[in-house]
């Protein structure tokens, strides 16, 4: 995996960056990221899946349990533990933005 060639846009920059041309305040841009945001996290919760149109796609997966025993990793037999089933988040770039970089 290559390494970053920068720093991230921090929240601020981004509501700077949005702002000059949708002719808004930083501060209202500011309050809409936060409610996108609010949003976002209440539809993955319930749907399972929230789109941002033309960015990305986030959807939760749910990850089967592992059954406790021994497992051979790297030639040694190693005993794990059991896991119980969990929910992760996983976010899928739209097309334009994986051809992009």
Same mark, same amino acid.
Do not use: H, N, Y
């Given at each position: ?11 601020? %920059?981004?509501?700077? %960056? ?9 501060? @209202? ?13 209440? @539809? ?54 994986? @051809? %992009?970089?």
């Amino acid at each position: 995996m290559k390494a970053m060639k920068g720093a991230a846009m921090t929240k601020g %920059a981004l509501a700077e %960056a949005l702002a000059g041309p949708a002719e808004l305040k930083k501060t @209202q841009v500011s309050k809409i990221l936060d409610s996108l945001a609010a949003i976002a996290g209440e @539809q993955v919760k319930k749907a399972g899946k929230f789109v941002i149109p033309g960015v990305c796609m986030v959807k939760t997966r749910v990850k089967p349990a592992t059954k406790a025993g021994k497992r051979e990793m790297f030639g040694k037999v190693v005993v794990v533990k059991a896991k119980p089933a969990k929910t992760v988040v996983k976010a899928f770039p739209v097309a334009a933005i994986k @051809q %992009a970089v």
